[in-house]
Every structure is written in C-alpha cells, then in structure tokens.
C-alpha cells in the first residue's frame, strides 16, 4: 500500500497570501488529522476530518480551515499568511478503527517571508 | 487538559547498549491510548510502539518496550541493543479520543559508534 502522501514537499509565500496544502491518505484510511511543528511550540494539532466533516479543531485562528473530499483526500488553507505560519505541516491517517494508529506524511515545509 | 511531559530534551548512548526514555502524561479520561514516534533527520514520523490503557501488559515491539504505570501516568520506552539508526527525535503522544494526538516536547537521542 502507498503511505500518505503531501503535496507540495516545499512552499515559499510572503505574508498576507493564502495557501493550500494538500494530503492523500493511505487507500482505505477515511480520517486525516492535520498538524502544525514549530521549534518554539513543537507539535499542535489543527483539525481532523473524517467522511469529509470536520470532527474535532484544535486551537488554531480560523485563518486555518480545511476540507475532505469523497476521495478522503484533504486540504487545508491558510489565509493571510503571517510570518508565524512558517513550520512543518504534517497530515496523518488512521483507519479510525479501535487501534488508532495515525501514519503520516512525509509533511510540507511552508515558509512565509 | 490533556498534557504530555518529555523531561529529557537530548539523551545519548553507545551503539549495543540500552537506553531509556521518559513521558509522563495528564488525562481525566479513563481510556486512552499512548505512543511513542520517533522523528528521523528526514522528519517522517514514525509510530514505533503503541499501549492501549485498558492493557496491563506492557507493548513490546522487537527492541523497543514501554513501561506503562497507569496510576502514576507514566510511559516510558526502552530501546535494546541500540544502533546508529535509532538516532533521532523522538516523542511521545496521547490520544484520548478523535484521533486527536497530544505531544510532548520530544527527545532527542544520539547513538554513538
């Protein structure tokens, strides 16, 4: 089985643009978490998305938002982007079944100057 | 809140031997679930071992084991005969419902040749 992938790997945008990430997960996998890892604040939980509505948010501005297509393939948009943003956006997938294993993607390294 | 305490930033050890590593963890909830991921140079994260809380038995996966005391909320986890490829980031997690993962800090572990 193909692991969970992200797209892009790499994302130069300057402040005040929005961008989108997108992550495909694991065939057969219908829940996608997102996080966020920054030096200084480590690793936050932004939202999960499971059979494409959102079921839990962390504590995030609603810059943030995301979505999950049929597909269980997901998005999520940040807009106006401030120079904070920069970290490493991970998304992961689980099958949501009683082991509530997540496998992640290999992340999006977004900066924002 | 939910909160997960890595009290080692960095930890290092020599190439064969053993070495431990600490999580304590806060929950109000009774059942949860407990990981620990290691975070290569390439920054994949890696679920390396999982524990269930209702389990008294403590998950072991090949060289790496976990002591779970669940009336002091502590996780630790073992790594036996270490190798050179062990090195890197590793953290720990709690997961008391919705996928929604809690990390610690994280600590970092050098393997020495």
């Known amino acids: 089985k193909a692991g969970v992938t992200q797209t892009p790997r790499y994302l130069i945008k300057t402040r005040g643009q929005q961008v989108t990430l997108s992550c495909s997960p694991i065939?057969?996998?219908?829940?996608v978490s997102w996080y966020q890892q920054t030096p200084g604040q480590g690793l936050q939980f932004l939202f999960e998305?499971?059979?494409?509505?959102?079921?839990n948010k962390g504590n995030f501005p609603g810059r943030f938002s995301g979505r999950q297509f049929s597909n269980s393939r997901s998005e999520m948009n940040v807009s106006t982007l401030e120079l904070g943003d920069s970290a490493l956006y991970l998304c992961?997938?689980?099958?949501?079944?009683?082991?509530?294993?997540?496998?992640f993607g290999p992340g999006t390294r977004l900066t924002v100057t | 809140a939910q909160t997960v305490t890595q009290s080692q930033p960095e930890m290092s050890v020599q190439e064969a031997e053993t070495v431990t590593l600490s999580c304590t963890y806060d929950?109000?909830?009774?059942?949860?679930?407990l990981f620990w991921y290691k975070q290569p140079p390439s920054r994949q994260m890696i679920l390396v071992i999982r524990?269930?809380?209702?389990?008294?038995q403590n998950a072991t996966e090949n060289r790496f084991s976990v002591n779970f005391q669940k009336a002091a909320k502590s996780f630790s986890l073992k790594i036996s005969d270490s190798q050179l490829g062990d090195t890197a980031m590793y953290f720990c997690?709690?997961?008391?419902?919705?996928?929604?993962?809690?990390f610690g800090a994280g600590t970092i572990l050098r393997v020495k040749s």
């Open positions: 524990q269930e809380a209702y389990k008294q």
């Open positions: 929950t109000s909830e009774n059942n949860y679930y």
């Open positions: 997690a709690c997961m008391e419902y919705g996928n929604k993962l809690v």
């Open positions: 998305y499971f059979s494409e509505t959102q079921r």
């Open positions: 065939s057969g996998h219908r829940s």
């Open positions: 992961a997938s689980t099958t949501d079944s009683s082991s509530y294993e997540q496998y």
